[in-house]
């Protein structure tokens, strides 16, 4: 299981990128969202890009 993976890579000290979609990203925001020892430091959705291509 993937939740099972990701936990294994995030017992290191590195920094970690991850992609997700669909329901499969709110499920994985849930999952770091229950764990009080992570900080998500950047997140950006689809939309987020279409705005900052209009933007400039």
């Known amino acids: 299981m993937w939740k ?5 890579r995030l017992k290191t000290d ?6 997700a ?3 499969v ?4 925001l849930r ?3 229950s764990r009080k020892d ?4 950047k ?4 939309y987020m ?3 900052k291509k209009e933007w400039g």
Not at 25 to 28: D, P, S, T
Not at 38 to 41: D, F, L, N, P, S
């Open 4 to 8: 099972s993976e990701l936990d294994k």
């Open 14 to 19: 590195n920094d970690i990128t991850l992609m």
């Open 25 to 28: 990203k709110n499920e994985l």
């Open 31 to 33: 999952h770091l969202n």
């Open 49 to 51: 890009k279409n705005e």
């Open 38 to 41: 992570i900080e998500i430091v």
């Open 43 to 46: 997140m950006e959705t689809r």
């Open 21 to 23: 979609l669909g329901d």
